[in-house]
């Protein structure tokens, strides 16, 4: 393990859990901005001038402004989940209606994502509003034969593939967006900004208040988006584009800090871990395992790959993981075998992974993960996001890029083993007594790296803790495989502190396989 690995801390965090239902829309009950009458002055003069540096500048003019959210829609409270699900968008009211994947439908506003947010139309470097008209879209009656009356405004809009067979990317909620990825299922989700996360009683979520989509350059289509909440205004830009390795998008943003924020939150991403083959004590449910997402990876700027299991911990924690210029994280579900999860209706195996890679200099900071417990898979539990290190000011500018590909495939660099599976439970020899107050860990790793070592080749396992004591460590090939390895860890957990292992394979001064970091209650 090199030397200037990424320090690792671990604290409980405040309660709080996000419905997966509300993440994406509800959270948008903070309120969003309708469209002005600047706005409407420009549909009757024919647009407006539009430029990226434009948007930069509004972002801080709106900053210098007072945060006022606006009252949502009251008509919204009528539209619940099931009447969501009897609306359809006319396909015939889709901008770009049949230009590849840049066809573009936006969602109704309900109960759950109950304020409007301002979309605009750019072409020839000047912006026009798009009118909502309840002609959009098709109402199925009820069992009575009744409809409801549509709420005015949009909530979010959705980019469709090709055809119009559902779509590659969708913006609804707060500052939320998501994408089906490669293997075309929805899974975890990312958005703009993480504002004070895991700290009792003061996360903020952000919100797009108002967006404008242009098609390009070239196959691209680019959102620009504007950021406000009480903390900070921002401007965004996502060049976004189909490939194949699944969706990418290029990001760029500028910040404007209106007050200080204890913990900032930059490219974070949220997801759902209930169980998996490590914590098999809460799988109440009659599936094997039930996650969007197994793992948070990490490339350090001083490239040590890391994988760190996601868990369900007994209470709300974060854990930070110390770098400087970081390579990219990303949550991953790196386990895609169907017979895991055997579920065939969410497809648990197809989760798109989402990386981060970070374009120019981050500098100095951490990744950070927060972990909040659940009972159910409804809840998203999971966060992961950078945050620089230096106290986040009112005042302080930020200009940060970066990739975000939702990928099928996993993006760790070719060579070094990766760690496929991680089993938890009694230490000791089976058939005997368990020691008393110990755990173990069962890691296997697999990779090329350990194709044909054997036990006399001077493979061994390095491993450290913080919190408890490792009494015991073995690694040794898997029977009947041709490059796995087993690696075996007793930790003695007699002061009761969960114990923060890191480990990993080695022969000689040769690292065999990436660094596994596990939390072990």
């Not at 967006?211 to 060049?239: H, I, Q």
Request: net charge neutral; glycine share 12%.
């Amino acid at each position: 393990m090199p030397s200037n690995s990424p320090v690792t801390s671990r604290e409980p965090s405040a309660p709080g859990i996000l419905s997966r239902r509300h993440a994406l829309a509800g959270i948008a009950t903070t309120g969003l901005i309708l469209a002005t009458g600047g706005a409407q002055a420009a549909r009757k003069s024919g647009g407006q001038p539009f430029s990226w540096e434009w948007l930069q500048q509004l972002a801080v003019d709106r900053g210098r402004e007072g945060w006022h959210a606006p009252e949502p829609i009251a008509a919204a409270a009528a539209i619940d989940y099931d009447e969501v699900n009897r609306i359809s968008f006319r396909a015939d009211h889709a901008l770009w209606r049949g230009d590849g994947e840049r066809e573009t439908r936006f969602f109704p506003i309900h109960r759950f994502a109950n304020t409007p947010v301002e979309i605009n139309r750019v072409e020839g470097g000047r912006a026009f509003p798009v009118p909502f008209s309840p002609a959009m879209y098709d109402i199925a009656p009820d069992k009575h034969g009744r409809r409801f009356q549509m709420a005015p405004g949009f909530a979010g809009f959705r980019l469709m593939n090709a055809g119009g067979r559902g779509d590659w990317l969708a913006y609804q909620g707060a500052s939320y967006f998501r994408s089906a990825g490669q293997l075309h299922q929805y899974g975890l989700s990312a958005r703009a900004l993480a504002i004070d996360t895991g700290i009792d009683g003061q996360e903020e979520f952000p919100i797009f208040t108002r967006f404008w989509l242009m098609p390009g350059p070239d196959d691209a289509m680019t959102v620009f988006a504007l950021l406000e909440g009480p903390s900070v205004t921002g401007a965004y830009r996502f060049v976004n584009r189909k490939t194949e390795a699944g969706p990418v998008q290029d990001v760029t943003a500028t910040l404007h800090l209106r007050r200080d924020v204890a913990r900032l939150g930059i490219a974070p991403l949220t997801s759902m871990f209930w169980y998996g083959e490590g914590n098999r004590a809460q799988a109440i449910d009659w599936r094997p395992e039930i996650h969007d997402s197994d793992g948070l990876a990490m490339l350090t700027g001083a490239g040590e790959r890391i994988w760190r299991p996601l868990g369900n911990p007994p209470h709300p924690t974060t854990s930070s993981y110390s770098d400087s210029n970081p390579r990219g994280f990303g949550l991953l579900q790196r386990d895609r075998q169907f017979v895991h999860y055997q579920d065939d209706g969410a497809y648990y195996e197809k989760r798109p992974n989402l990386w981060v890679e970070p374009i120019g200099d981050w500098g100095p900071g951490a990744v950070m993960l927060y972990e909040i417990p659940t009972v159910r898979e409804i809840e998203d539990n999971i966060v992961a996001f950078w945050t620089p290190a230096g106290p986040a000011r009112a005042g302080n500018r930020y200009d940060i890029g970066y990739r975000l590909t939702w990928g099928g495939d996993d993006p760790a660099p070719a060579g070094l083993a990766r760690a496929v599976d991680c089993w938890t439970g009694v230490a000791g020899r089976p058939g005997h007594d368990p020691l008393p107050d110990a755990r173990r860990l069962v890691a296997d790793f697999e990779g090329a790296r350990l194709a044909g070592l054997d036990r006399e080749s001077g493979v061994e396992g390095v491993v450290t803790t913080n919190g408890g004591k490792v009494i015991a460590t073995y690694a040794y090939p898997v029977v009947g495989t041709a490059s796995r390895w087993r690696l075996i860890v007793d930790v003695d957990r007699s002061d009761g502190r969960p114990s923060d292992l890191r480990a990993y394979l080695k022969r000689g001064g040769d690292a065999l396989s990436e660094t596994l970091l596990y939390l072990l209650y």
